[in-house]
């Protein structure tokens, strides 16, 4: 791997050069094969150390210093510098994997069959909302434990079952104030469309 080749963009020789300020395109083919390294590079560490010099290269560049009219080039090197750092905190963060679709058999005396829903989401939002409806007792009065019920769900769902409380432990770690991400913005998705609702219901008066 060329651990040098962001810095061989058309968007670093037009910097190098600081005389054309017509910077989208360049900015955009730059942003896009960052995007396309961290995507698609089968070497993670590899990708990490790439992005590690372009980092230092573009925090230290000497166009971030130039005069007043050149400044459209310097707000550029701060977007992509920006953007860098962007991507290398989405590579250091742990990946969800997606869940597995249950598998169904075409013997007509397996029982099991297909559930006509299937979860798309992410696989921790699943089991964020699995412990709040846990947490809320509103299933067989909260006499159900977990472990019966979040592989109830899950068949409901479409998903073979998962370690539940392997993904409570990361959404336990998380730092915002507020760690149920999901459910957060389920609530203000509802709230949202109530309204939306309710202006559509003015309208029509």
């Known amino acids: 791997m060329n651990y040098f080749l962001l810095a061989e963009t058309d968007f670093f020789r037009r910097i190098n050069e600081a005389g054309d300020c017509n910077m989208e395109k360049a900015y955009t083919a730059f942003a896009t094969q960052v995007i396309e ?15 590690a010099y372009i980092e230092i290269e ?10 007043e009219e050149k400044k459209e080039i ?9 953007f860098v750092r962007k991507m290398q905190k989405f590579l250091a963060a742990p990946q969800v994997p997606p869940l597995t679709p ?3 058999s075409t013997d007509n005396t397996n029982d099991n069959t297909a559930s006509p829903l299937q979860w798309t989401g992410n696989a921790i939002d699943l089991v964020e909302l699995i412990y709040g409806i846990n947490e809320m007792g509103c299933i067989n009065n909260g006499n159900m434990p977990l472990k019966q019920l979040a592989p109830l769900l899950y ?6 079952s998962k370690d539940c409380y392997r993904f409570y432990i990361d959404i336990k770690r998380r730092k915002n ?3 149920t991400y999901f459910l957060d913005k389920m609530q203000e998705k509802l709230n949202e469309k109530m309204l939306r609702d309710e202006e559509m219901e003015r309208m029509r008066r």
């Open 102 to 104: 249950i598998q169904t």
């Open 58 to 67: 573009l925090q230290h560049h000497p166009v971030r210093n130039l005069p």
């Open 74 to 82: 310097a707000n550029y090197v701060s977007k992509a510098l920006s």
């Open 37 to 51: 390294l961290c995507i698609g590079s089968p070497d993670t560490n590899r990708t990490i150390i790439a992005l």
């Open 177 to 179: 104030e507020s760690r």
């Open 155 to 160: 068949k409901i769902f479409g998903v073979e």
